[in-house]
């Protein structure tokens, strides 16, 4: 039995977090008052993907604090992708949450989620006032357009982070980029496998600590680079 009097059996919540001193004791505190209500069971983990600030020495103190709290240290500042893809390893329950440690996201927005995923394999929001500079927007606009026209495929937002999934969706699902693809690689494949997912508005707000680094050249450059060399591999693989 997956659900029980509305609520899921069995919750992972994780998300990765660079550079976060500022966000991450109100991220975790967020988590712990939500989770509860949506899940008889949950765990969180905090993947410190290489921060040269206090994250780590903070994530270690809630840990050692409250035994549903996990973190995972990556020694450096690996890549979006690859904290993704820590964070879906280290994962135990039946289901999976991920967001990021922005604090950008009220958290409390996943319960809807949880009703809504009776019936498919995963939910994933998009953001319906997306609270970043036009750069980021425009970026993002031009970058949904591509995907879509080299992989046909078609959600409202792809890199927004706030998705929930069984976690049958991951079972064999090889995820390889370690950058800002790892969104688009994993819906394109999850979609291939004939997985059913629904899409749900969430509210974003500014982020009042921390800085983006989404917009970060290095960044942009890596993900059209992990960008074609995924479509030319996924597409020699379709033939």
């Known amino acids: 039995m997956e659900r029980k009097l509305g609520k899921l059996v ?14 991450i004791l109100s991220m975790c505190s967020s988590l712990t008052n939500a ?9 969180i983990i905090v993947v410190n993907d290489g921060s040269k600030d206090r994250t780590g020495e903070f994530a270690n103190r ?10 995972i240290h990556h020694e450096d500042n690996f890549g979006y992708g690859a904290a993704i893809r820590s964070g879906l390893c280290a994962s135990r329950m039946e289901y999976i949450f991920f967001t990021d440690g922005d604090n950008q996201f009220d958290v409390s927005q996943l319960s809807p989620f949880v009703s809504d995923i009776y019936g498919f394999d995963g939910v994933i929001g998009f953001r319906t006032n ?6 980021r927007k425009l970026n993002a606009w031009a ?3 591509l995907v879509r026209l080299l992989f046909g495929l078609r959600v409202k937002d ?12 991951f079972k064999g699902l090889q995820l390889e980029s370690s950058g800002a693809m790892i969104s688009t690689e994993m819906l394109v494949k999850i979609k291939a496998e ?12 500014p982020r009042v600590a921390g800085k983006q680094t989404g917009a970060n050249l290095q960044v942009i450059l890596r993900a059209f680079k992990e960008l074609f060399r995924f479509y030319n591999k996924f597409k020699g693989e379709k033939r």
């Open 143 to 145: 970058w949904n357009q």
């Open 10 to 23: 069995g919750l992972s919540a994780f998300f990765p977090a660079y550079n976060e001193e500022g966000n």
């Open 35 to 43: 989770l509860p209500q949506i899940a008889d069971d949950y765990e």
């Open 194 to 205: 004939g997985f059913k997912l629904l899409e749900r508005g969430v509210i974003h707000s």
């Open 62 to 71: 809630l840990a050692q604090n409250d035994n549903r709290i996990r973190v």
């Open 158 to 169: 792809i890199d927004c982070a706030f998705k929930l999934f069984h976690r049958r969706v």
């Open 130 to 135: 997306r609270q970043d500079p036009w750069v």
